[in-house]
Each structure stands twice: as C-alpha cells, then as structure tokens.
DNA sequence: CAGCTGACAGATATTGAAATCTGTCAGCTG
DNA sequence: CAGCTGACAGATTTCAATATCTGTCAGCTG
C-alpha cells in the first residue's frame, strides 16, 4: 500500500491514528495498525510519540478542541449573557450528543482516557469551565447575574450540568424526555445565576 | 458445614448473598457460593429467586431500601423546607459517599446492576425523586420556593446533583475539593428554587 | 407432599500456550 | 547524519481446551 510519500510528521500520524481508531475501536487499535496504514515501520510512529498511550491522547486532545473551539464562538458573540449561557450549554450536550452517536469508536476512546486520567481530558474541562466564567463574568458585569464568584459558579454550573455533557451518561442521551430533563436543569441553573428580585 | 437448621427463607438467602458478595465481589460471587455459605444444594436457592439477576438485584434492593429509609425522616423533619432540602442532599451524598467507601464490593455490585437497567435502581431513583418532590412541595406551600412543577423541579435537581450520588462518579467522592463543589452546586440550586424577591 | 437434592445440558469463565504488541536500539539508507 | 528500519525482550492479548456455573427437573426424604 504505497502511502503519501510525505515526510511523517505528528499531524499524519494524528489523522492515520484517528482513521485507525474509527474503524477498529480503541480496544483493537495498534501502533503496529497505525504503522500499517501508514506504510511505515512503527518504529517511526514512535520517532514521534513516546508511547502508546501518549498517541491516542494527542488524538482526543484534537478531537476535544475541535469541540472547544465551536463553544468559543459561542463565548464570544453578541447577545446577553443569559442567552450566551443558554446557548453554550445547548450546544456543549448538541456537540456531545452528536459525537457519541457519530463517532461510537472515537467516543469509546475518549471514555478509556477519562479513565486513564490523562491530562487532556483535565484540561478539556478547564478549558470548558474557563468558557464558561467568562459569560457568566460577563452576566456579573451587566448586572443579570449575581455570582460573588464567578469562577465557583462556572465550576457548579459545569457539574450541574454533568448529565447532559459527561461521557458516563452518553446511553440515557437518546432516551425520550432527555431534552425536557435538560431544560429543567438549565433553567434551574439560570434562575439561581440570576440576580436577586 | 452445619449451618442454621432453620428453614431456609428469602431473607436468610439474602443476607448470606450479602456477605457472599461482601467478601468476594460481584464478578466472584456464585449462587453456589451462596448455597455453599448456607450448607444447601444451589438448586434450593432457585425455589427462593428464579434467577442469579433477581438474587443480585433483591440483595441491591434491600441494600438501597435500607438509604431512602434513613432519608425519608429528613423528608418529615420539622423544619423549614430550604433546610431539610439541604440536609437531604447533604445526607444522601454523605450516604452513597459512605457506602462506596465501607462496602465496595457491594458498591460494586449497584454500578453492576445500574448497567444492567434493572428495574431496583430505577426504583429507588423514582423513590428519591418522590421524596425531594415532597419537600419541594412544601417550600412551594410555605411560600419559599416558587416551583411551578414541583416533580419537574425535584427531578432536575436530583439530576443538577447527580456528581455526587451516582456512582460513576464514586472514585471523585474522596478528592479534595469535593466538598467546597457541593455545597456550591446545592447553593446555586436552592437559589434557584427560591421565590423571586 | 412440601421442600430439598444432585445429576444434567447448555452457557460462561478460567487457564495456559501461542501469537501479537509495545517500546528500544543498533545499524542501514538517501 | 537525520530519519527510518526491523529484530528483539518483555508485556499483553488471543484462542481453544478445560472447568465451573446457571437453571431445570425427576426423584428422594422427613
């Protein structure tokens, strides 16, 4: 199988790894497979990442920001505060919802990491909760929210809302009366966010 | 052996089961073993449950029957409903935190059965929305809380809350700052529930 | 005859040998 | 000589044979 006579870098192998891992799953998903599909002895994919372990952690780590980074543009736009937090939490459990149904395999990968403790799945939620202070940041300094804190508020707000973005849910994301469930925590939340009278 | 020449009932099965599980865990944990604890033939423990699954599941169901139990005297505390609604999420996680810590193998045995979708774990689930609806009833009839549907609310904050009493979150009970996101996650809830003004 | 036993068939789990994989590195190649 | 290869040791996984378990039931027993 001649491969694209490119120099290897991480990037290609990045792609490879993921492409590997779609079609085969985490469990059954080797360097050596990756290697393979490369047309290059594994010994080279090690040239570029230290372990197995590391490899399908830079993997979900890219595949974590590619989520970060459509929830950016949502703490970024031009709308109150409330309805920035209302949208961001809609689309963090969309974002999810859609990736656990697409991509199982991927999915399955990302959940073996979140056990692993890995440090990107850390950094993913800091980076969420990081969003996430700044519109409610946002709420505080327009006078619509009422945080003291702004920052512990982010973090119980992103816990609250654990069942509608955390992988050890992903089954009960397709059952019938979710997307009510849903509301109702988020308008909770937002009703608790919201400045007093 | 000799074991206890009473007549052999559900009730000694399950408490043999108990201890079965206790020591050995839910993977090793045969209902000849149990048999064998209690000095009878297997066969005479199928007279009592049709199936290993509803052995393990009765053993789960006395053993969560034995939380909402101590739960339900907080639900008819004389208190102010803000407080018994704390006190109540405060004590159900203390609970589930409690028990993951004393009896693993037990514990084990639950996150088993919330897997398998039995019906005991959706049970005790409905049986804890039941009891949070009752409070939120009251503060709504105390004038305290302004739900509109008080089972809705109760369902969502039971949800909001779920980090800290479903299981699959058990391994995080013990690091610190655990505590501080509770009572950050209940303070954003309560304020949510409360009357405008 | 109510309750228990123990042998049985099919399903599941365990085990150990063989195959594969991970991670290293001396040496090849362009 | 930078980058890749492929052989290697030890770790892990696979696979098939074996053992154990689940669930049933005809018959024993008190």
């Known amino acids: 199988m001649p491969p694209t006579s490119e120099t290897l870098t991480a990037e290609r192998i990045l792609e490879a790894t993921e492409e590997v891992l779609r079609r085969h799953g985490p469990a059954k998903a080797t360097v050596v497979d990756v290697a393979r599909a490369l047309g290059v002895s594994h010994g080279s994919v090690y040239r570029h990442f230290r372990t197995k372990a590391a490899l399908r952690e830079a993997v979900t780590k890219r595949w974590l ?25 809609a689309a963090l459990f969309a974002a999810k919802r859609r990736k656990a149904g697409e991509d199982p395999e991927l999915f399955a990968t990302y959940m073996v990491l979140t056990d692993e ?43 609250a809302t654990g069942r509608f973005h955390d992988p050890c849910y992903a089954r009960e994301w397709e059952e019938p009366g ?19 009278q």
């Open 65 to 89: 920001d590619r989520t970060s980074g459509q929830l950016s543009g949502i703490v970024a736009a031009d709308r109150v505060p409330e309805d920035r937090l209302r949208d961001w939490l």
């Open 178 to 196: 979710t997307e009510a469930d849903f509301a109702a925590v988020v308008d909770l939340l937002v009703q608790g966010l919201r400045r007093a």
């Open 117 to 159: 403790n890995g440090t990107a799945v850390g950094e993913h939620i800091t980076d969420l909760e990081t969003q996430l202070t700044r519109i409610i940041q946002a709420g505080v300094e327009a006078g619509d929210f009422a945080a003291t804190d702004p920052e512990a508020s982010a973090r119980a707000v992103f816990q």
